[in-house]
């Protein structure tokens, strides 16, 4: 179930589903082999990690303005392990290093395209192959990637601060296991969102834009064609660029989707486990979750703290990344006549 807003790829071009090496998709999609990563000895790249005590907190959409398709009801009570989550996406900077240290090639640049917004296309028009299907605004465009996130024209070094974008699931676990970290789980992510605040639409409230101040990256203005740039933004912002929730995280409302380690299913919440739950046991999508620079209430407010949407693991876009988790240790408590070494729960 690709977003209004992400496209995804064709079912039948997936990078993974041709020979044993990965080479050749089906249908004649020629791929270059995927490369194995190897894991980094330290957890890294120096990303800043908010510790979240977990503990009981009401999952879902309180208001009932989301989509029904999306399945963000019924409201359930679930109970989560301590985690610690980054502060911020990872960064085009962040994933240079990781591409640097592996070799690691990107699901865009073994497709040779991506998903461009039409405003932000830097490239010859030749490489243009074509609109997605009923969201026109999204053009393919050959050589897009996360190091060229508007075509050939364009390059990460421009915005090191900025999230990276162009990056699939597939590309977001490679990272990951190179890191030391995993992606969050989409109870985890909506917990940190929360930040302790029952039943809040936004992170810092019910109201969008209180006293008219813009405090998230979103699209103002006649959606696709005209943007007021209110909040400083046709695209990305560099991370940090807006005030953190209550805990330090940022970005958790627009700016880009971001990955999480679920499966998708509408009907997953009518029968999720309280404790941990980790999605569906299998599925087509993976769930993304946060709105991007491209969410507008005409037609998608997926920015809200409840939203919830998917794509395909191999797709991306310019506007998806990332953020990561890194698990805590157990707490080691030293043995005395009347205690025992006890893991922290």
Known sequence: MPSCCTPGRAPHAHPHAGGADGTSGAGGVELLPMPTV??????????????????????????????????????????????ALAATTVTNADFAAFVAATGHRTDAERYGSSAVFHLALRAPRRDVRGQAPRTPWWLEVAGADWAHPGGRDSSWQERPDHPVVHVSWDDALAFCRWSGTRLPTEAEWEYAARAGHRGRRYPWGDELTPDGRDLCNIWHGAFPHRNTLSDGYLTTAPVGAFPPNDVGLYEMSGNVWEWCADWFSPAYYRRSPRHNPLGPRSGQARVIRGGSYLCHDSYCNRYRLAARSANTPDSSTGNCGFRVVRDRAPAIVTPTSSTTTTPAC
């Open 38 to 83: 190897p894991p980094r000895r330290t957890p890294g790249p120096g990303l800043d990690f908010v510790e979240l005590p977990g503990g009981e907190f009401l999952m879902g959409d309180p208001f009932d303005e989301g989509y029904p398709d999306d399945g963000e009801r019924p409201v359930h009570r679930v109970v989560l392990a301590p985690f």
